[in-house]
């Protein structure tokens, strides 16, 4: 199976539909069993909305926006659906 470490360093391209049938299916399978990954591609496809054209590298300032995206996201994400 997928390791959460594979599946983090896969996310970019996941969330940008670049991946194999194959590699995208190992994703959905980690992430029906494993809470941590599931949140966190939720909060990569967050940031992804948030910034969309924002593939280089941050300013201060825009890490900062995506902290405080992140946090007030966080508690409502957690809820159950
Ligand atoms: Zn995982």
New binding site residues.
């Given amino acids: 199976m997928l390791?959460?470490r594979e599946?983090v360093g896969k996310a970019d391209q996941y969330l940008d539909g670049e991946l194999l049938l194959r590699e995208r299916l190992a994703i959905r399978v980690?992430?029906l069993m494993?809470h941590?990954?599931r949140r966190?591609l939720r909060q990569m496809g967050a940031l992804l909305r948030a910034f969309p054209h924002r593939h280089d590298s941050a300013s201060d300032e825009e890490v900062c926006a995506v902290m405080e995206h992140l946090q007030q996201h966080a508690d409502k994400q957690d809820e159950p659906a």
Avoid: G, M, P, Q
């Fill in positions: 390791k959460c599946l980690h992430i494993c941590h990954c966190y």
